[in-house]
């Protein structure tokens, strides 16, 4: 069998026919081949018209590879950016057309200011394409374009343009690797932030400061989190929104992706309880590690933050520890070393605080002394009774502390005022000596 020919609209005109315009003269001796081309050009006419209407990359490149080539832009004309055709033939879309995507430009001069270009209605249908626009039109980048906000960031800002490659290849845009800097082109950019007024415009450059950014950039450890991993892929959304991964009832679903563990126990503790509750005051994780500025626990810093944190909410209890040994060791120690003092979480725990009246917390009644001996070793049960945070005033709940408080208060001030009022008496009467009588004044 012999090759198979390709029909074009050049056979239908040899054969004396037009496409789609039904029968017409048949040429003497040549009845078969006609018939045979008229037949396809029946089935195949449309077909032969809109590969004759196609603009052929090579078309498009003639003007977009000549660096002499210029365009109006505001009245002035301007350089022409010259295609890069190396990185599009190595791109995901080297097999496409240009008006694949570009599907404004009808012919080949064509105006300046086009459509935008379009990832889905593909010639060849991509679920996934389909699936991320209808994520991205309901995403705060989608909606803010609804709104009206141009800037907002659209597929080729974070995938590429014409240099779009898989996205596990090392040098994509939107490899993990890369994510942080590709996100950064907006959030970082002073001039967006202040038009759209970002609530973090600093969260670029403190994610890559935190213990994520570096396990991730600097140790390059692909398990740690990336911008997407906490904010999602196509359809980030506000953190007020009750479907963003990063809403305040999200969150620690969100951190316990890696996590492993974490969220159950936090999820048993009182502060879990509260937020189960969907009581808003409820603490999450970014309430004490911060959303992009994480770091050890084991730093000093983190330590002295912790109680600063701690206070936000259980103000009370932060202004009596501050009046405790433990409290005023903490003020006095080292910014950058991490103090051998008590902070809140040594003593009632981390994710897994609970009441003193349950059992397995870690400051009841059987755990309280194994509690304490962690700093203390040869502490003994009379040691427990030690209250780190106790107010004095408060006569309802520290009775006997307030009586002490009290007498110890009343007695400093008896002391100091019977005292006082006693060398005020006797400097005036050795003044009166001095001015009277100064023969009894060298005698006193």
């Known amino acids: 069998m012999g090759p198979a020919m390709i029909v074009t609209t050049a056979h239908c005109e040899q054969s004396g026919l037009r496409p789609n315009q039904g029968a017409a003269r048949v040429p003497p001796g040549k009845l078969g081949k006609t018939l045979f081309s008229l037949a396809l050009c029946f089935v195949l006419g449309p077909f032969c018209q809109a590969a004759q209407e196609t603009i052929a990359n090579n078309d498009c490149l003639d003007c977009h590879t000549d660096a002499g080539n210029s365009r109006k832009v505001n009245g002035q004309s301007v350089p022409m950016a010259v295609f890069p055709t190396n990185k599009f033939a190595k791109s995901l879309h080297a097999k496409l057309n240009c008006v694949d995507c570009h599907a404004g430009i009808k012919e080949l001069i064509h105006p300046s200011k086009l459509p935008p270009p379009t990832c889905t209605g593909c010639h060849d249908a991509q679920p996934n394409h389909e699936q991320a626009a209808k994520d991205y039109a309901s995403s705060i980048h989608g909606t803010s374009h609804q709104r009206g906000a141009s800037g907002a960031a659209n597929c080729w800002d974070c995938h590429g343009s014409h240099d779009i490659v898989p996205v596990k290849q090392a040098d994509s845009p939107v490899f993990k690797l890369n994510l942080p800097q590709t996100c950064a082109k907006c959030h970082s950019n002073p001039g967006l932030t202040t038009e759209y007024q970002m609530k973090y ?220 009022l006693h060398t005020i008496v006797w400097l005036w009467r050795a003044v009166y000596l001095f001015l009277h009588d100064t023969k009894k004044f060298r005698e006193a």
């Open 201 to 420: 415009p600093q969260a670029a450059s403190q994610y890559m400061d935190s213990i994520h950014g570096r396990a991730l950039l600097k140790m390059g450890l692909i398990v740690a989190p990336s911008c997407n991993d906490c904010h999602g892929v196509h359809d980030i959304k506000l953190d007020r929104d009750r479907g963003s991964p990063i809403s305040h009832a999200n969150i620690a679903t969100t951190c316990g992706k890696c996590h492993v563990g974490v969220e159950e126990i936090y999820n048993k503790s009182v502060h879990g309880q509260l937020l189960a509750r969907d009581n808003q005051n409820g603490p999450v994780c970014t309430t004490c590690h911060t959303a992009h500025q994480v770091e050890t626990p084991k730093n000093g810093h983190f330590k002295m933050a912790s109680d600063q944190i701690c206070g936000k909410c259980h103000e009370d209890r932060l202004k009596h520890y501050r009046d405790t040994y433990h409290g005023k060791a903490m003020a006095l120690g080292k910014p950058s070393v991490a103090s051998d003092v008590a902070a809140c979480y040594d003593c009632h725990g981390h994710h897994d605080i609970l009441p003193p009246s349950n059992p397995a917390s870690h400051l009841s009644k059987t755990n309280i002394l194994a509690t304490c001996q962690q700093c203390h070793p040869g502490a003994t049960a009379g040691f427990t009774g030690y209250m780190p945070h106790a107010n004095p005033l408060d006569k309802k709940n520290y009775p006997l502390l307030h009586v002490v408080f009290l007498g110890m208060t009343g007695l400093l001030v008896g002391v100091f005022t019977f005292f006082g």
